[in-house]
Nanobody, 117 residues
């Protein structure tokens, strides 16, 4: 079992920055990816950024490239998402997600990010 707990969300004005954190605990052996997704009201859940645990490489959705940065701590037990130049369209619930080769995935409970214009 893996537990994911997000923190760092809140209400900010457009142009501001926030850093989300996801504390990961439990059995992490074999974990392939550590991701941030988001879901806005009435919209489908979408991938924001991905960290490949074995290669330390990253992928970003086009709509956040150049503004958001995904990273981890040295032990890869905490996943971060640094969000700069926030826009009202970034308003959503942000969810931490992990996936391993056995097809097993875990989700955090999600955290609200609201960007006012």
């Amino acid at each position: 079992q893996v537990q994911l707990v997000e923190s760092g969300g809140g209400l900010v004005q457009a142009g501001a920055s926030l850093r989300l954190s996801c504390a990961i605990s439990g059995y992490t052996f074999g974990m392939y990816t550590m991701d941030w997704f988001r879901q806005a009201p009435g919209k489908e859940r979408e991938l924001v950024a991905r960290f490949w645990r074995n290669t330390d490489t990253t992928n970003y959705a086009d709509f956040v490239k150049g503004r958001f940065t995904i990273s981890t701590d040295t032990a890869k037990n905490t996943l971060y998402l640094q969000m700069n130049s926030l826009k009202p369209d970034d308003t959503a619930v942000y969810l931490c997600h992990t996936f391993n080769g056995g097809g097993i995935e875990y989700w955090g409970q999600g955290i609200q990010v609201t960007v006012s214009s």
